[in-house]
């Protein structure tokens, strides 16, 4: 009996310890990568397809998410909030006309929130008048249960008409 006993406490704590150690193991940093690229892209495709819960499903399920533009008065907090400024960017170009580009940008992680920035390169249609503008983007995204979503977005482009650039476009 006692060294069943000793067996079932062996093989538990085993499980246990397994467990724990892959609960704080942190994911490859190409793992990582993979999951915010995808969630990246899975935001673009539902503003490409003018998919607003799509758009609101890549955020995390808070009530402070965030996103901010270049000027005043573009910056707006909450789900109704972001979500009412999504939609409005929708209202300026046609569904299914959306192309972009990212560079390889930047970013880094700790714990449960990741950091990202890039420069993307858009392209878009409304009503057949193709546009094309760049922008910077950063944002932070929070682990919520097995996937990463964007609590904060922040975009930016250019104020003047001078189209320089003090780096390369993404290819």
Same mark, same amino acid.
């Given at each position: 009996m006692t060294r069943r006993l000793l067996m079932t406490f062996a093989l538990v704590?085993?499980?246990?310890?397994?467990?724990?150690?892959? $609960?704080?193991?942190?994911? %490859?940093? &190409?793992?990582?990568?993979?999951?915010?690229?995808?969630?990246w892209q899975a935001q673009h495709q539902a503003l490409d397809a003018h998919d607003i819960e799509g758009v609101m499903a890549t955020f995390a399920d808070a009530d402070d998410?965030?996103?901010?533009?270049?000027?005043?008065?573009?910056?707006?907090?909450g789900k109704e909030e972001v979500k009412d400024a999504f939609s409005h960017f929708m209202e300026n170009f046609?569904?299914?006309?959306?192309?972009?580009?990212?560079? $390889?940008?930047?970013?880094? %992680?700790? &714990?449960?929130v990741v950091w990202v920035t890039s420069v993307c390169d858009f392209v878009d249609k409304k009503a057949d008048e193709a546009?094309?503008?760049?922008?910077?983007?950063?944002a932070v995204l929070v682990e919520q249960g097995d996937a990463w979503r964007f609590h904060s977005m922040h975009f930016s482009n250019l104020t003047a008409d001078d189209d320089a650039a003090s780096q390369d476009r993404p290819q």
């Open positions: 704590s085993g499980i246990a310890t397994g467990a724990t150690q892959a $609960e704080i193991s942190p994911p %490859s940093e &190409d793992a990582l990568k993979e999951q915010v690229q995808a969630q998410i965030m996103l901010m533009g270049t000027g005043p008065g573009e910056h707006w907090v046609d569904p299914h006309t959306m192309e972009v580009k990212c560079g $390889e940008g930047a970013g880094a %992680s700790r &714990d449960t546009r094309h503008y760049i922008l910077n983007m950063s």
